[in-house]
């Protein structure tokens, strides 16, 4: 039965017109709790989502394995979870949509660590064939009642390599599963549960490392194989030593190909001029950039999930984990380990402790030292405490402190020579920068940049006094903005074979005034920069000089392009190109939805300081299955 295609405005083009034309029937439906604004079902009319009731819920109650190895699971499919869920009929009969399930049944082995299917399959392709952890296939579904089924595996359950199976093991079912409601123009809803028991009773200890929610954080949904392998739990039931790779003969196990995945580009054997390349369907992630440093393992490696296994990256090292990411150390060999060769695991934290007493040793924190992150730099610090003469037509005067992590004020001498810089930088008004000149001798559009090194009065606390050389306009209006940025450079362990020097700056401050005795208007805030950390970590550009939006803003206005910059591309082809514009809201956009414009011919390529090119062309941001499609590219915007 199809209603009416005017009930089901909820297509390709529902967002567009809520838009458009404000439909009554898209914005103002009640919101059913479940869905949200990725979900087609968010823009439906309410009678629409009252006789669908989209969604798509599974929930495991039990499951059993009979003495002969029958696996068998008894599970609940419903719209959505919790008490106001309704129960759906698998066939798609008695409620709308049919419902295709796929189940999944692992065991961990004593003394092991990592799961091991019971379900496999082998894959040929190019003459190579391997061995893939698979989904049940041929099983049986009994009916308990609408919405409630029971399945039964076809595949008995075995000890790994054949025999009876181990009763007193960790065993996890897998089920995943798709609601297809097209015929509503409602597209398909994707679901995934997990179940942990041990057949022959008692507490189940799953490998549990990593949770889906850490994963989310960048991913939005983890998922992959369609969308409907969903959490890093279903995930590593297959992604074991089991799993092999048909492409390149490589073993798909989690620890390895997550790693080098998010190593991408950075893989020294990627630097060296191998792709790297993987997957039945082979996608290249040799362009993978991490938004957040691959060294800061514990991003990922987080110790606050509940996890029980949280801290095994630590307590665990192994060959497989660190080779992964160090793919050119070669452990039969010794080669680029300086420990030598290594024919097993049990020295590996012998000498990589989890965490040593200098940075940058062969502790596992220390190894993975971020030189901008040291915890041996005495750290900057900025405030901008007042603005006084900030009126139209005047030069505004700014009181500034800049101290260390300890309080000790920082003098002007200190922030002069090396990676050394202090810069205030003034825009206005802040309904909108970019429109405003601050002098004919001013190049950057809509605001300017001093250094108060050579003229700032300060006292030994901290506490400076500049006056700037270029006044607010006369005929200024509304509300302005002064931000203030600073950067120190660093040797780390001077006067040993781990010395390296790096910089790292301060946290930017923007203070807001009026020019002409109005309400003073902040900015309006439209991003905050908690959400670009969510994925990024810890988001600084332009050589640690600005790391906050209210900052970035100041520059990358609507008049703000790379025109200054064209000329000195170090590719010659772009040297003649038109100039790209930079505004906040277009370049970033553009920068996290890259693979859209390929798909339409577009280029964004930006030339940064110095020349330096930076194709935002084919970057996407690493939402639900985007780690399947090929490379991600997040290349960083050289230092001012």
């Known amino acids: 039965m199809r209603l009416p295609s005017m009930v089901f405005a909820v297509g390709r083009y529902a967002a567009a017109l809520a838009v458009i034309v404000g439909s009554v029937v898209l914005i103002g439906a009640p919101r059913r709790t479940g869905f949200n604004k990725h979900d087609k079902a968010y823009?439906?009319?309410?009678?629409?989502?009252?006789?669908?009731?989209?969604?798509?819920?599974i929930s495991i109650v039990s499951a059993k394995i009979a003495t002969d190895g029958t696996i068998s699971v008894d599970y609940k499919l419903t719209d959505v979870a919790g008490s106001a869920a309704q129960s759906l009929d698998l066939t798609g009969v008695q409620t709308p949509g049919a419902i295709t399930l796929g189940f999944l049944a692992a065991y961990i082995p004593q003394g092991q660590e990592q799961y091991y299917s019971y379900a496999f399959k082998t894959v040929t392709q190019s003459g190579r064939t391997v061995t893939q952890a698979a989904p049940d296939s041929g099983g049986t579904t009994q009916t308990v009642a609408l919405g409630e089924y029971i399945y039964t595996f076809n595949t008995k359950a075995a000890a790994q390599g054949g025999g009876v199976f181990d009763?007193?093991?960790t065993h996890r079912i897998g089920i995943y599963g798709r609601r297809d409601l097209t015929e509503f123009d409602l597209g398909t809803n994707l679901a995934s549960a997990t179940f942990d028991f041990v057949p022959a009773g008692g507490t189940p200890t799953p490998r549990?490392?990593?949770?889906?929610?850490?994963?989310?954080?960048?991913?939005?949904?983890?998922?992959?194989?369609?969308?409907?392998?969903?959490?890093?739990?279903?995930?590593?039931?297959?992604?074991?030593?089991?799993?092999?790779d048909v492409y390149t003969?490589?073993?798909?196990?989690?620890?390895?190909?997550?790693?080098?995945?998010?190593?991408g580009s950075q893989l020294p054997s990627v630097q060296a001029g191998k792709p790297f390349v993987e997957g039945n369907d082979p996608a290249d992630y040799s362009t993978v950039v991490l938004p957040s440093d691959p060294r800061r393992c514990s991003y990922c490696h987080e110790s606050t999930t509940g996890a029980t296994q949280a801290n095994a990256w630590l307590t665990h090292p192994s060959r497989a984990a660190c080779g992964s990411c160090h793919d050119d150390v070669d452990f039969a060999s010794g080669a680029n380990h300086p420990g030598g060769p290594q024919p097993d695991d049990s020295l590996c934290s012998t000498c990589h402790l989890p965490q040593g007493n200098l940075?940058?040793?062969?502790?596992?924190?220390?190894?993975?030292?971020?030189?901008?992150?040291?915890?041996?730099?005495?750290?900057?610090?900025?405030?901008?405490?007042?603005?006084?003469n900030g009126v139209a037509g005047k030069a505004p005067s700014v009181t500034f402190t800049i101290k260390d992590n300890a309080g000790h004020g920082i003098s002007m001498a200190d922030m002069t020579g090396g990676s050394n810089r202090i810069a205030l930088v003034m825009a206005g008004p802040t309904t909108d920068y970019g429109t405003t000149s601050f002098g004919s001798d001013v190049t950057t559009p809509g605001y300017v940049s001093e250094n108060p090194v050579p003229s700032a009065q300060c006292s030994p606390d901290g506490t400076c006094?500049?006056?700037?050389?270029?006044?607010?306009?006369?005929?200024?209006?509304?509300?302005?903005a002064i931000g203030i940025e600073a950067r120190r450079g660093l040797t780390i362990l001077p006067g040993t074979t781990s010395q390296q020097t790096t910089e790292y700056g301060a946290k930017n401050v923007v203070y807001y005034f009026s020019v002409d005795g109005s309400p003073v208007q902040p900015r309006r805030t439209v991003v905050a920069i908690n959400n670009c950390?969510?994925?990024?970590?810890?988001?600084?550009?332009?050589?640690?000089?600005?790391?906050?939006?209210?900052?970035?803003?100041?520059?990358h206005n609507p008049d703000d392009t790379d025109a200054s910059m064209r000329p000195k591309a170090k590719d010659p082809a772009q040297q003649a190109l038109p100039p790209q514009a930079i505004n906040f809201?277009?370049?970033?956009?553009?920068i996290h939805t890259g693979q859209n414009m390929v798909k339409f011919n577009r280029t964004y390529v930006v030339v940064g300081y110095g020349g330096s090119i930076n194709d935002f062309s084919n970057n996407f941001a690493p939402v639900p299955k985007s780690i399947a499609n090929t490379g991600v590219r997040f290349p960083a915007l050289s230092p001012q």
């Open 585 to 590: 809201a277009q370049m970033v956009h553009k």
């Open 249 to 263: 003969g490589q073993v798909l196990d989690a620890k390895v190909f997550y790693h080098k995945i998010h190593m």
């Open 533 to 555: 950390n969510q994925c990024h970590a810890r988001l600084s550009m332009h050589g640690e000089n600005r790391n906050q939006i209210e900052m970035c803003v100041l520059c």
């Open 208 to 244: 549990d490392v990593i949770r889906s929610a850490t994963c989310d954080k960048c991913h939005d949904q983890i998922s992959h194989h369609g969308g409907m392998r969903r959490g890093i739990e279903m995930c590593v039931m297959c992604h074991t030593p089991q799993t092999s």
């Open 359 to 388: 940075e940058f040793d062969a502790s596992i924190k220390g190894a993975h030292t971020i030189p901008q992150e040291s915890t041996s730099a005495p750290g900057v610090n900025v405030n901008i405490t007042k603005v006084d």
């Open 465 to 480: 006094l500049y006056t700037f050389q270029h006044s607010i306009p006369a005929n200024a209006t509304g509300t302005y």
């Open 167 to 169: 009763p007193a093991a």
């Open 43 to 57: 823009y439906a009319d309410a009678s629409t989502v009252q006789y669908v009731r989209p969604g798509l819920n």
